[in-house]
């Protein structure tokens, strides 16, 4: 082995250990596809001085390419072969998937290696999934996403390792370098057509676009990649500053995040922005389809004179802002208003449909707290039976101290009573009178004179 070669592997090396991607021992499945990147990286595995890794060679044959995807496979497995190593592969027609599931040929491509390759880590109990992107791969990862218009998290590029487990050992290494480790060390590889189809974006990228930046910076490629590298450096301390953010702000409820608007707004924009981002992302699982017009839509809302208002984000998201609240929601979560109806007899305990309950008692103390959870009755003036029901356009109610009436729902408006608690709260009527907003406004027929002995009193005791 040449002096370059082991100086090869000793970056390699280095790189394993500064990034803790893997461990001595460690069982590691390597995703390999007969190009120069995978056949370098696995021996370059192979080479790793004290490591003994226990090394799982997996190949997917997209079936793209007809005899050549074939003949990639084969190399593959007789390169396993040739290094003692267990070799697992699979074929799927990537073109019947892509039509399948209305995707591009790319993403039905992406799609179908995570599947192949999370089921082979798991039947291996593998500690990676190690994966042969290098600085050249980088660079063009980041000139993409660039053009196509991202934030600093699509900036930072590939990761050397993600939160599926991929690893990705290369990422300081650049394609002429890999070429030169398999030229002296008299490796052979496979080279892909389609690599040089400019159908692709990347390899638009990588024919057209970086040939033409290198007129500007012979050293772009690195450059492009120590760039992405500092920004996600960055991106792990924003991502820290971001999580305290967000605990300070916001509440997770059972499928919701519900933002503290005053508290919100206090933070700095490019924070609200990563905030919300983190917010979808804990109540989906990804960021996909999320983009700057969304975040803006948000603050849009959050800006608005109306203190009622919603929007739709992809991954059936709902964005709700009531008054000094903002909650995104995920649609399955969302609890449907529901009319229900219940009769109050006498007195007792009442469930009601949507949680909680009315107790009513007979009492001799009398309490008219504006807002409170009770309410007193004088009952030869509100006899039973009493009808509990939601809330319904066109209520009214005579409240407490006043003579004419008044519509709920400016009541509501008056209280700042979000929307979706509205239909919650409980009406109790006496035939056809309101006379009680359960918790929130008591009617003038609850006032009860001095030396009333058939008083009743009623508790809202919530969920």
């Given at each position: 082995?040449?002096?370059?070669d082991n100086?090869?592997?000793?970056?390699?090396?280095?790189?394993?250990?500064?990034?803790?991607?893997?461990?001595?021992?460690d069982?590691?499945?390597?995703?390999?596809?007969?190009?120069?990147?995978?056949?370098?990286?696995?021996?370059?595995?192979?080479?790793?001085?004290c490591?003994?890794?226990?090394?799982i060679?997996a190949h997917?044959?997209?079936?793209?390419?007809?005899?050549e995807?074939?003949?990639?496979?084969?190399?593959?497995?007789?390169?396993?072969?040739?290094?003692?190593?267990?070799?697992?592969?699979?074929?799927?027609?990537i073109?019947?998937?892509?039509?399948?599931?209305?995707?591009?040929?790319?993403?039905?491509?992406?799609?179908?290696?995570?599947?192949?390759?999370?089921?082979?880590?798991?039947?291996?109990?593998a500690?990676?999934?190690?994966?042969a992107?290098?600085?050249?791969?980088?660079?063009?990862?980041?000139?993409?996403?660039?053009?196509?218009?991202?934030?600093?998290t699509?900036?930072?590029?590939?990761?050397y390792?993600?939160?599926?487990?991929?690893?990705?050992?290369?990422?300081?290494?650049?394609?002429?370098?890999?070429?030169?480790?398999?030229?002296?060390?008299?490796?052979?590889?496979?080279?892909?057509?389609?690599?040089?189809?400019?159908i692709y974006?990347?390899?638009r990228?990588?024919?057209?676009?970086?040939?033409?930046?290198?007129?500007?910076?012979?050293?772009?490629?690195?450059?492009?990649?120590?760039?992405?590298?500092?920004?996600?450096?960055?991106?792990?301390l924003?991502?820290?500053?971001?999580?305290?953010?967000?605990?300070e702000?916001?509440?997770?409820?059972?499928?919701?995040?519900?933002?503290?608007?005053?508290?919100?707004?206090?933070l700095n924009?490019?924070?609200?922005?990563?905030?919300?981002?983190?917010?979808?992302?804990?109540?989906?699982?990804?960021?996909?389809?999320?983009?700057?017009?969304?975040?803006?839509?948000?603050?849009?809302?959050?800006?608005?004179?109306?203190?009622?208002?919603?929007?739709?984000?992809?991954?059936?998201?709902?964005?709700?802002r009531?008054?000094?609240?903002?909650?995104?929601?995920?649609t399955?979560?969302?609890?449907l208003?529901?009319?229900?109806?219940?009769?109050?007899?006498?007195?007792?305990?009442?469930?009601?449909?949507?949680?909680?309950?009315?107790?009513v008692?007979?009492t001799s103390?009398?309490?008219f707290?504006?807002?409170s959870?009770?309410?007193?009755?004088?009952i030869?003036?509100?006899?039973?039976?009493?009808?509990v029901?939601?809330?319904?356009?066109?209520?009214?109610i005579?409240?407490?101290?006043?003579?004419?009436?008044?519509?709920?729902?400016?009541?509501?408006?008056?209280r700042?009573?979000?929307?979706?608690?509205?239909?919650?709260?409980?009406l109790?009527?006496?035939?056809?009178?309101?006379?009680?907003?359960?918790?929130?406004?008591?009617s003038?027929?609850?006032?009860v004179?001095?030396?009333?002995?058939?008083?009743?009193?009623?508790?809202?005791?919530?969920?």
């Amino acid at each position: 082995m040449t002096v370059a070669d082991n100086f090869l592997i000793n970056r390699v090396e280095r790189t394993v250990r500064k990034q803790n991607l893997f461990l001595a021992g460690d069982t590691l499945v390597v995703a390999v596809s007969g190009g120069a990147d995978s056949s370098a990286l696995l021996d370059l595995l192979i080479n790793l001085p004290c490591y003994n890794l226990h090394l799982i060679v997996a190949h997917l044959n997209h079936c793209l390419r007809g005899d050549e995807s074939d003949a990639d496979e084969n190399f593959c497995r007789d390169l396993a072969s040739r290094y003692s190593l267990r070799f697992e592969e699979r074929r799927i027609d990537i073109n019947s998937l892509a039509s399948d599931l209305h995707l591009n040929i790319e993403d039905a491509g992406r799609r179908a290696r995570i599947e192949f390759f999370n089921e082979i880590s798991r039947k291996y109990g593998a500690a990676a999934v190690v994966l042969a992107h290098h600085a050249d791969d980088q660079a063009e990862t980041v000139l993409m996403r660039l053009l196509r218009g991202s934030g600093m998290t699509g900036l930072s590029g590939m990761a050397y390792r993600n939160a599926r487990g991929y690893v990705r050992p290369l990422l300081d290494i650049t394609r002429v370098e890999i070429e030169q480790y398999l030229n002296e060390r008299s490796l052979e590889w496979r080279e892909d057509a389609s690599n040089s189809d400019t159908i692709y974006l990347r390899n638009r990228i990588r024919h057209h676009l970086l040939p033409l930046l290198e007129d500007y910076n012979p050293a772009i490629r690195s450059c492009l990649a120590t760039t992405a590298s500092i920004i996600s450096g960055d991106g792990v301390l924003l991502e820290e500053l971001t999580e305290r953010s967000f605990l300070e702000s916001c509440r997770m409820g059972e499928g919701r995040a519900v933002f503290s608007l005053c508290k919100f707004l206090t933070l700095n924009t490019a924070l609200q922005r990563r905030v919300l981002r983190h917010a979808f992302k804990q109540l989906t699982g990804t960021l996909e389809g999320v983009s700057a017009r969304h975040l803006e839509a948000i603050f849009d809302l959050t800006d608005s004179d109306r203190p009622n208002s919603r929007l739709s984000l992809p991954q059936g998201i709902v964005v709700v802002r009531e008054y000094d609240t903002l909650m995104l929601i995920r649609t399955g979560e969302v609890v449907l208003d529901t009319d229900y109806e219940l009769l109050i007899t006498e007195p007792g305990c009442y469930h009601l449909p949507s949680g909680g309950s009315v107790v009513v008692d007979l009492t001799s103390e009398v309490s008219f707290a504006t807002g409170s959870q009770i309410a007193c009755f004088d009952i030869t003036k509100t006899p039973f039976p009493w009808f509990v029901r939601t809330f319904r356009p066109g209520d009214r109610i005579t409240p407490f101290g006043m003579s004419g009436r008044k519509k709920v729902k400016e009541i509501f408006i008056d209280r700042k009573i979000p929307i979706s608690e509205r239909r919650h709260i409980p009406l109790v009527f006496c035939g056809d009178d309101l006379i009680w907003i359960a918790g929130v406004c008591c009617s003038e027929l609850t006032r009860v004179c001095e030396g009333v002995d058939n008083a009743v009193k009623a508790t809202l005791i919530r969920p």
